[in-house]
């Protein structure tokens, strides 16, 4: 990967909110903190969604992924809906699995060995993040 530098330092930057937001929840209980936190993961979901639909995109022409393309193009949809009707806990579990999900998609068709090293690290401490999220809503729920 040419500017493998820069992704390291845009992707581990993108971190930083999980962290700060998650770690911050421990010591300021605020709906506002969680909503951040909610929304700036989904954003984030929907990019890699995004990312993801334009590699199967490039790899369709090998194999017919059709219904695959179709399921990653709606998953930002229902993960709006999520967003929208479903608990707070139970969602931020729902985006905890996205992200691995995501992770496996790009792992079964992504060659590149060295982005999905980076993948594989900043996946786990998202989900890291959700877990610690959800612990601290849990210590000294609202």
Known sequence: MINLKL????????LIP????SIFNF???????????????LVILSFLFGSTWLQLIIYEEKKNIKGFI?????APVFLIFIEIFIRFEIKIFIFGLS???????DKKFLKNTEYLKIRKNLTLQVILTHLILLIS???NSF
């Open 7 to 14: 992704v390291k330092i845009l992707s581990f930057g993108g």
């Open 18 to 21: 999980f962290y700060v937001l």
């Open 27 to 41: 010591f300021h209980k605020a709906f506002i903190v969680l909503d951040l936190y909610s929304l700036y993961s």
């Open 70 to 74: 179709a399921s990653v193009v709606l």
């Open 99 to 105: 992200y691995f999900v995501i992770f496996l998609i």
């Open 137 to 139: 809503i849990h210590t």
